[in-house]
């Protein structure tokens, strides 16, 4: 059973930076895509970044793109979401997910509250 762990999440001001990890295990990610959601109170859950395992692809939703790096570590199957210049309305719980390309299965971490204050 895939596992996903997210931690990183705390309380920063606008402009500061922050890095989350999603800890990955109980299989194997190479036909997986990893990706970082984040749920704003009221709010639907949206696409933030996503890396291809085997790839190292990745994709970026506008909001994020040039701010946010998505990166992998192989070896401790982690995957990095490094948030920069960072605005209040990034404020959200963000969700790690894991979509496997060859049965379409998809698991979610518990998520990690991120609080940016202005």
């Known amino acids: 059973q895939v596992q996903l762990v997210e931690s990183g999440g705390r309380l920063v001001q606008a402009g500061d930076s922050l890095s989350l990890s999603c800890a990955a295990s109980?299989?194997?990610?190479?036909?997986?895509?990893i990706g970082w959601f984040r749920q704003a109170p009221g709010k639907e859950r949206e696409f933030v970044a996503a890396?291809?395992?085997?790839?190292?692809?990745?994709y970026y939703a506008d909001s994020v793109k040039g701010r946010f790096t998505v990166s992998k570590d192989n070896a401790k199957n982690t995957v990095h979401l490094q948030m920069n210049s960072l605005k209040p309305e990034d404020t959200a719980v963000y969700y790690c997910?894991?979509?496997?390309?060859?049965?379409?299965?998809?698991?979610w971490g518990q998520g990690t509250q991120v609080t940016v204050s202005s």
């Open positions: 890396i291809r395992w085997s790839s190292s692809h990745t």
């Open positions: 997910n894991a979509e496997s390309s060859l049965t379409g299965r998809s698991y």
């Open positions: 109980g299989g194997t990610f190479r036909s997986y895509a």
